[in-house]
């Protein structure tokens, strides 16, 4: 484990595993404190998230975060934390990645995101998996357009399960995770990861590579671990998250975020 020889200046935090607890829904105030201190120094905090539009814009509120951006989507929609408008939509054909799914996954229900009002359903979800308006739709409308993200959720089965059966099955123009608490895949358009997009960003803003910190638990972490200078994982979090990381620290259940944050921007 290295020591931090200089405060990074941009710290992207996933939300959902690491921010906030599963288990109880909710950011503990510790967690929400010590976020509040490094963005009150003058660290650009980046919410990095599989959530949409409207998942996000609560978290950066309760955070008190009203500058610079949010990657929602998993990197495919960029948002204007003071604003909570979209800046950016990156989208991609979702009619072949359906029909290779239900084939692969049988049974399985669809939410399809429509960036900032909700998702067009094949079956209800449970309201903290998809937020903001559900409205189901036949597969003729799921599919009509173009979308930053679609979920498949295999009910009643294992997310191992689901990885299992996706062996060896390709899917067109875009780039998939498997989550780890849920039986879901998550599919976004192809090249989009969140690493992908905090590249950008650090471009953008003429920051160092060595300026970057990363803090993640999930499939869907892991090129944002990569990307970072210095990352750390959940205490939680699957081998091969912990494994693409610099440090793991303790499990989300014990606000781990904190010591991670107080050991980098001291």
């Given at each position: ?16 595993g ?6 109880t829904?909710?950011?503990?105030p ?7 201190r ?12 599989g959530?949409?539009m ?26 204007d ?5 979209a ?11 359906h029909a ?25 979800f ?12 036949d597969?003729d409308?799921?599919?009509a357009?173009p ?12 997310p191992?399960?689901v990885?299992a059966a ?19 895949v ?15 960003l650090?471009?953008?803003l003429?920051?160092?590579v060595e ?6 638990d999930g499939s ?12 750390v ?6 081998v ?6 610099t ?10 975020l904190v010591?991670?944050?107080?050991r980098?921007?001291r």
């Amino acid at each position: 484990m290295s020591d931090p020889a200089s405060k990074p200046q941009l710290a992207a935090l996933d939300v959902d595993g690491t921010l906030l607890d599963p288990e109880t829904q909710t950011i503990s105030p510790a967690v929400r404190d010590a976020v509040r201190r490094i963005a009150d120094s003058g660290v650009h905090v980046v919410l990095a998230t599989g959530r949409s539009m409207l998942g996000t814009v609560p978290v950066l509120r309760e955070l008190e975060l009203h500058s610079g951006v949010a990657l929602c989507s998993n990197g495919a929609v960029t948002l204007d934390a003071a604003t909570g408008d979209a800046l950016a939509v990156e989208t991609f054909d979702p009619a072949p990645v359906h029909a290779r799914l239900a084939a692969a996954l049988p049974g399985v229900i669809f939410a399809a995101e429509q960036s900032g009002t909700g998702s067009l359903v094949t079956s209800p979800f449970r309201e903290y998996q998809l937020h903001g308006p559900q409205r189901l739709a036949d597969l003729d409308e799921l599919v009509a357009e173009p979308v930053p993200r679609m979920i498949a959720q295999w009910e009643g089965q294992r997310p191992e399960e689901v990885a299992a059966a996706l062996v060896g099955v390709e899917l067109p123009n875009c780039t998939i995770t498997v989550d780890h608490y849920e039986p879901w895949v998550t599919a976004v358009p192809a090249g989009v990861t969140k690493g992908a997009a905090l590249e950008k960003l650090r471009t953008e803003l003429g920051l160092a590579v060595e300026d970057t910190f990363a803090a993640g638990d999930g499939s869907n972490d892991i090129q944002m671990l990569r990307w970072a200078a210095h990352s750390v994982a959940m205490g939680q979090a699957p081998v091969e998250v912990r494994t693409a990381a610099t440090e793991v620290t303790a499990p989300v259940a014990e606000d781990g975020l904190v010591s991670a944050l107080a050991r980098w921007f001291r």
